[in-house]
C-alpha cells in the first residue's frame, strides 16, 4: 500500500514538472518574438531610406517597401498619390530609354527617332529635378501642396500622353510581327499588281494580234476601189475543172487577211517540185472576197499553180440550221450578235471540208500564219494507216496533253478520253477525206458542240474541238514536217527551223504585225509580194478613200467594218 502511495506521489510530481515547464517555454517564446517586432518596428520608424525621390527610379528593397507601406497607412494620402505619379513617370522614362537603344542597335533613319526619345527621357528627369517640385514635393517633411501636386501630376500626365503616342507611331520599327504583317501585306498588294499587269498585257496583246494593221486595211481598200473602178477587168470566171480533180494536190486555206495568204501560197509554189499540180482553194468572208480576188487576178500565181477564191456564203449547207455555232448565234438578241457571225465561222470550216470538197479524197490544211520552206507532196504518199488525220504531235512530259484542254472533272469526259494522251498541231493537217465521210467525223463534231453549249466539256475554240474530234482517228507525223512557235517562243534553234517543212508563226507576234520577233520576220517578209501600186500602203502612207461608194459596193453599212 505504501508502494502504491509512493508510486502515486511520483507520477504527480513528473506530471507537475511537464506542465510547468511547458508553459514556461511558451511564454519565453512569446517575449522572444515580441522583443524582434520592437526591434524591426523601431529600425523601420528610425531608419531613412537610402534612395531620395528625385532619382531614376523607385526605391525597390523590402525594407523601404514595407517602410512607404506603413507610413502610406497613416500620413497624408497625397503622398501616396505622388508615390504613384513618380512611379508612372520612371516607368515610361525607363520604356522611352528602352526603344532609344533598341533604335540605335537597328540603326534605322533612326537619327530623328533617337533625338525625340532623348528629349523626351531628358525632359522626364528634368521634370522630377524642377526645384519647385523637389522642394515643395520630394524634400518636403510637411504636407504636401494639392496645387503644386496637381500641376506636377498634369505635366507628368501631358508628357507620359506624348511618350505613348511616339512609341505607338514608331511601334512598327521595332516590332517583328508587325513589320512581317507589313510585308505580307505588300508582297499582296504587288501580286495583286502583277496578276493585273500580266491580264492588261495579254488583253493588250490579244488586241494586237487581232486587230489589222493600216497596211492591210489600206491595202484591202485599194483593191476594193480598183475593182470599182475597173469592173470589166474582174468578171466572173467558169470554175476551172483542176479545182475537183481528185489526182493533184489540194489545199485549203481559210482567211481574212490577203497579204498572209499570198505568203503561204508563194512559199508553196516556190518549193514546189511540180508546181503546176497544186490547187488552192481559198474561203475569205463577204468583207474580203473582193480584195481577194482582185489581189490574185492583178498578182496570179507563178509556175501555173491554180487558186480558187470563194466567200462562206457561197457554200449554201453553212447555215444556222446545220451549223451549232450558227444556231447559237440566232438565238440571241440582236444587240448582243457578233456583227459578223461568220468571222467566228471562218476558223470553223476545216470541220466541213470533206461537204465543201466533196469530188477530193485527200486535202491538206494550211493555215494563214505558216511558210513553207520545202516540197510537201511527200504528205500525200504517206500511209495514214486508216486514220483521218495526219498531224504532228505537240505534247512533252505533263505540257499540251489532253488534260490541259479538257475538262476532266465532267464524268462524260473522264469516261471517253485519257487526260495523258497527246495533243497534236493545228496548222498542217493531212486529211483523208474519204475516211473522214466514213468515220462521220463531222457529226462527231456537231454532237460535241451541242453537249458543250454551256461550255462544261471545254472552252470554246478549235483546239479542244478537235482534239475531242479527232480523237482515235489522228496519225503522228515526224516532227520535221511542222515546227511551232515563232510566234511566241524566241528560243527556237535555226538548224531545227531550217530542217522543217513547214514553220509556223502561232501566238501573238505575227510576222505581218510590228510585234513580230525580228529573228523570225525574214523567214516571211522574203516570199512576201506587196506589189509596186500598193507600195504606199506598205509605207504607211494612207490616202483618203471614197468609202461611200466602197461600201455601197460591197452591200454593208460602214460601221460593219
Known sequence: MAVAVRGSRAGSGFGGFSLRSFFSYRIFVSAMFSLLFIATLSV?????????????????TGNAYMRRSFLALNSDPLKTRLDLIYKQANDHVTLVNAYAAYARKLKLEISRQMKMFDDLASNFSELQTKPSYRTSLFESDGPLDEDVLRQFEKEVKDKVKTARLMITESKENYDNQLKIQKLKDTIFAVNELLIKAKKNG??????????????LHCLAMRLVEERISHPEKYKEEESSPEFEDPTLYHYAIFSDNVIAVSVVI?????????????????????????????WFKMRPVERGAYVEVKAIEDFTFLNSSYVPSLQGLATMETSKRNRNPYSSLLHELWFYMPEM??????????DDDVVVQKDLTGLWNIDLDGKVNGAVETCFGSFRRYGQYLNFSHPLIRERFNPRSCAW????????????RQEGCTEHYHSWQNLNENQTLYKSGT??????????????????????GLGYNPSISMDEINKAAVIHYNGHMKPWLDIAMNQYKNLWTKYMDNGEQFHSCFSHSLIVFRQTQIFDFLGVAPFQV
Open 463 to 484: 483546239s479542244a474541238a478537235g482534239l475531242i474530234t479527232f480523237y482515235s482517228t489522228t496519225k503522228s507525223l515526224d516532227k520535221s514536217w511542222h515546227v511551232l
Open 202 to 215: 495579254a488583253f493588250a496583246s490579244t488586241i494586237a494580234a487581232r486587230s489589222i494593221p493600216k497596211s
Open 357 to 366: 470538197y466533196p469530188k477530193l479524197n485527200k486535202i491538206l490544211f494550211l
Open 425 to 436: 498541231a493545228y496548222g498542217m493537217n493531212i486529211f483523208d477525206l474519204d475516211t473522214w
Open 266 to 294: 508563194r512559199s508553196v509554189v516556190s518549193n514546189a517540185i511540180e508546181p503546176w499540180k497544186h490547187v488552192f482553194h481559198v474561203v475569205t468572208d463577204r468583207m474580203n472576197l473582193a480584195p481577194m480576188k482582185v
Open 44 to 60: 523601420l520608424l528610425t531608419t531613412n531610406p537610402s534612395t531620395p525621390h528625385h532619382d531614376s527610379a523607385l526605391p525597390t
